[in-house]
């Protein structure tokens, strides 16, 4: 017979115990687009309600002024939940991982070596969770120090698993904010993982990715498994070839019709972030200011005068005339920027061209870049696609990295759907001047495939999209 939350809250008086709303179910639902098989999205849902509500219960009951921030962001969850079990917190210098499980033995609980081992992962605290989807509710029994877990549990070499007694857990949640606080690191020595090289990485993601029921995790030695998650591109690289060649492929064309794919945001959304480049905040496109009426004006007309395509009436509103040269005018370069005018001047003006950012979720040698793509239809029923890189802005320039401009040599490639190179899509940013942005922009037709490559030095992230 199964037993109620509040009997057993009452039992376990010292445990957290929160109740599942249908909202909040309806919430952790994950696109199963995101994941190669059943077991990572069933993995992803258990794991984001636990981050949900614990995240809610920090912010509302936890005595510290630390703030919580997820690890390693937000983008990267699916990534990690195609492969393994957990996630993790930050608060401050100090890192909590969340080990949900819907087992009803309480008698020890499992937490997988990558989040003990792995470098980049571990953490001080692991809080292990036990989730009732059927009677809605969490059951979180409290936590442990890395080095509590790495001394008292038993480690499974076959499934890789460090089991720990209930007994050694702290019951006490409130507890932890006191030892977030005064107590030193308690994640302990950390081995490190072996590097792999290129050609490593290369033959294990190879081996990796093919399509399985399950995570791939104990198909490789642990340290190299390990280096290999170390890594956050070789991760991104191993998810992109398990999750998209199944489908998961973003589609341009749909963006046309009004869609917003997840992951991606709509360019005014992004410019509301503190992380943006003030650079991007300015009226002003590739030089030519747009601040004013009379400095708008000027400028449309100067756009107007530059073609004689499109015959449009002297008193016709800029806008509207910008609207009517990116309609109607097969010259490339003036569709764009006209684009580009109207998109300075008003952002939530009608606007042929659609654009859309995604924030990468990592770092290349330390910068932060958001990629940007646009597309626009062309007379002929292709689409016409624009690429542009553009720094965050939020790294430091102490550590040599470049805050609000490209660091040079930086390039943005793009390539087939076969992986090649297209011949001349390629740019690079300069040393001098350092570049705000970089682009490419191509034509191609509805159902074409292709690949977005961004390289800075051996470090590289790739995209796929469909037109």
Request: aromatic fraction near 10%; charged fraction near 25%; glycine fraction near 6%.
């Amino acid at each position: 017979m199964k037993i109620d939350i509040e009997t057993l809250s009452n039992i376990y008086s010292e445990h957290l115990w929160l109740t599942l709303s249908g909202d909040d179910l309806k919430k952790a639902e994950p696109d199963p687009r995101d994941y190669s098989n059943q077991t990572g999205c069933h993995q992803a849902y258990i794991n984001r309600l636990c981050l949900n509500l614990l995240l809610k219960w920090m912010q509302e009951n936890l005595e510290t002024e630390i703030s919580p921030n997820i690890f390693p962001n937000e983008k990267f969850f699916c990534k990690i939940w195609e492969f393994v079990n957990g996630c993790g917190i930050n608060l401050g210098n100090k890192r909590l991982v969340l080990i949900p499980s819907d087992a009803i033995d309480m008698a020890d609980f499992s937490v997988p070596q990558e989040w003990v081992d792995i470098p980049n992962w571990t953490a001080d605290y692991y809080l292990p969770v036990r989730v009732d989807l059927e009677e809605k509710y969490l059951h979180f029994w409290g936590f442990v120090s890395r080095e509590t877990l790495k001394a008292k549990a038993d480690y499974d070499s076959i499934y890789r698993l460090y089991h720990l007694s209930g007994d050694w857990v702290i019951p006490h949640l409130e507890i932890l904010a006191v030892k977030l606080e005064l107590c030193p690191d308690e994640k302990g020595s950390v081995i490190a993982l072996p590097k792999l090289s290129e050609t490593e990485a290369e033959d294990l993601m190879e081996k990796l990715s093919k399509p399985s029921p399950y995570s791939p995790r104990l198909k490789a030695k642990f340290e190299k498994w390990g280096a290999l998650l170390n890594e956050s591109r070789w991760l991104q690289e191993l998810y992109q070839r398990r999750v998209l060649p199944l489908g998961k492929i973003c589609s341009l064309s749909e963006w046309l019709n009004g869609a917003v794919e997840a992951g991606w945001q709509t360019f005014e959304d992004w410019l509301k972030s503190k992380t943006v480049a003030p650079a991007f905040r300015l009226k002003k496109v590739r030089g030519i200011e747009l601040e004013t009426p009379e400095k708008i004006n000027r400028a449309v007309k100067q756009l107007r005068n530059s073609q004689s395509e499109v015959i449009l009436p002297q008193n016709m509103e800029d806008k509207n005339a910008l609207v009517q040269l990116i309609l109607h005018t097969s010259d490339e370069t003036i569709r764009w920027k006209a684009a580009e005018y109207l998109w300075t001047i008003d952002p939530n003006y009608p606007n042929p061209a659609i654009r859309r950012v995604m924030d990468l979720g990592v770092q290349l040698k330390g910068n932060h870049i958001a990629l940007m793509i646009a597309v626009l239809r062309k007379l002929d029923g292709q689409v016409a696609v624009l690429l542009r890189a553009y720094p965050m802005g939020n790294s430091l320039q102490s550590s040599g990295v470049y805050g609000s401009k490209l660091p040079p040599g930086l390039r943005l490639i793009g390539l087939y759907e076969d992986g090649n190179p297209i011949p001349g899509l390629e740019a690079t940013a300069r040393e001098k001047p350092l570049d705000n942005y970089i682009s490419l922009n191509f034509s191609a037709d509805v159902g074409d495939r292709f690949h977005v490559r961004l390289t800075l030095g051996n470090i590289s992230i790739t995209e796929q999209f469909i037109v």
